[in-house]
C-alpha cells in the first residue's frame, strides 16, 4: 500500500502563487508516476499534471500549461505542484495520486489518492 498525504492549499488572491506538496509513504517504490487532479464538488475528477519516473514525460492539461509545474524529489517520496497565475477557476480541492505504470492522464490508471487539499482564489 501507498499513502498520500497532501499540504500546501489555501487562499490566494488572483494572479498569485501556491506550491502543492505531496508526501508519498509506505511501498514508494512500486510507484511510478506521481499526478495531481482536482476536482469540483458534483463533478467528475480532472486531470492537472502527471511526472513520470520511470517513463520520463511531464503532462499537463491544457488549462494549466505555461502556469503549473509538476516537481519530484529524486528518491521519489514527495511531488509537487508550482502554481501560478492563478485564477478564480482553478478555486477546488486538488488530489494527489500515484501509479504503478505511466499513468498520464488516465485516472484509471491510479492507484492511490491522498485525501486532498483545497485552493481557493478570490478575485
Known amino acids: 500500500q501507498v499513502q498520500l498525504v497532501e499540504s500546501g492549499g489555501g487562499l490566494v488572491q488572483a494572479g498569485g502563487s501556491l506550491r502543492l506538496s505531496c508526501a508519498a509513504s509506505?511501498?514508494?517504490?512500486?510507484?511510478?508516476?506521481m499526478a495531481w487532479f482536482r476536482q469540483v464538488p458534483g463533478q467528475e475528477r480532472e486531470f492537472v499534471a502527471a511526472?513520470?519516473?520511470?517513463?520520463?514525460?511531464?503532462y499537463y492539461a491544457d488549462s494549466v500549461k505555461g502556469r503549473f509545474t509538476i516537481s519530484r524529489d529524486n528518491a521519489r517520496i514527495k511531488a509537487y505542484l508550482q502554481m501560478t497565475g492563478l485564477k478564480k477557476e482553478d478555486t477546488t480541492d486538488y488530489y494527489c495520486?500515484?501509479?504503478?505504470?505511466?499513468?498520464?492522464?488516465?485516472?484509471?490508471?491510479?492507484?492511490?489518492w491522498g485525501q486532498g487539499t483545497q485552493v481557493t482564489v478570490s478575485s
Open positions: 511526472s513520470s519516473w520511470r517513463y520520463g514525460p511531464t
Open positions: 509506505g511501498r514508494t517504490f512500486s510507484i511510478a508516476t
Open positions: 495520486g500515484a501509479s504503478a505504470s505511466n499513468g498520464s492522464s488516465a485516472i484509471a490508471r491510479y492507484d492511490y
